[in-house]
T-cell receptor, first 109, second 113 residues
Framework: EDQVTQSPEALRLQEGESSSLNCSYT??????LFWYRQDPGKGPEFLFTLYSAGEEKEKERLKATLTKKESFLHITAPKPEDSATYLCAVTSGTYKYIFGTGTRLKVLA | DAGVIQSPRHEVTEMGQEVTLRCKPISGHNSLFWYRQTMMRGLELLIYFNNNVPIDDSGMPEDRFSAKMPNASFSTLKIQPSEPRDSAVYFCASSWSGDSEQYFGPGTRLTVT
């Protein structure tokens, strides 16, 4: 069965304290892995798409990487405005979008 | 573009009543998704439309739920009759294709008492 697992469930960082969020997946034929950011009371906002192992994408303080089994979202020198829930999703050969349960990130000033 | 538009933003109804949620996708997108989000179960795909045709409705929880997409710019999700366990935030999302990045609306927070 296709599955996406994110860890940790919650993470508290001090401003400037870099860390990584993990997204492990088991799918039959990965077509794409997506990272989204969700702020309270809002819909998820698209961040990155990764298609193949070894691929990396960057946006400001965020960098997403992909291996054959997992993806990492690296946050470098985070700021309080980076506080949000980060969601990972995959599409497989069945074209079905599967979301993880997310990591709630809190960055303290 | 205004992005994905959903209405209403909040809906409070009594058990047994019919609820209709509405969505206007981004112009030009040919795929539309309805999701339900709760603290317990996270984000669950309910139904996926491609070119206004329902492709995958395996996530629709039961016959009380139905969805339509009469044209490329409008979709509805109906719950009849509603139950307290249907309380959740319902999101509509659209994309260029079934496996490309999705753009979400602001959601409808449904409370069934």
């Amino acid at each position: 069965e296709d599955q996406v697992t994110q860890s940790p469930e919650a993470l508290r960082l001090q401003e400037g304290e870099s860390s990584s969020l993990n997204c492990s997946y088991t799918v039959s034929g990965l077509r794409g892995l997506f990272w989204y950011r969700q702020d309270p009371g809002k819909g998820p906002e698209f961040l990155f798409t990764l298609y193949s192992a070894g691929e990396e994408k960057e946006k400001e303080r965020l960098k997403a990487t992909l291996t054959k089994k997992e993806s990492f979202l690296h946050i470098t020198a985070p700021k309080p405005e980076d506080s949000a829930t980060y969601l990972c999703a995959v599409t497989s050969g069945t074209y079905k979008y599967i979301f993880g349960t997310g990591t709630r990130l809190k960055v303290l000033a | 573009d205004a992005g994905v538009i959903q209405s209403p933003r909040h809906e409070v109804t009594e058990m047994g009543q019919e609820v209709t949620l509405r969505c206007k996708p981004i112009s030009g997108h040919n795929s539309l998704f309805w999701y339900r989000q709760t603290m317990m179960r996270g984000l669950e795909l309910l139904i996926y439309f491609n070119n206004n045709v329902p492709i995958d409705d395996s996530g629709m929880p039961e016959d009380r739920f139905s969805a339509k997409m009469p044209n490329a710019s409008f979709s509805t999700l109906k719950i009849q009759p509603s139950e307290p366990r249907d309380s959740a935030v319902y999101f509509c999302a659209s994309s260029w294709s079934g496996d490309s990045e999705q753009y979400f609306g602001p959601g409808t927070r449904l409370t069934v008492t």
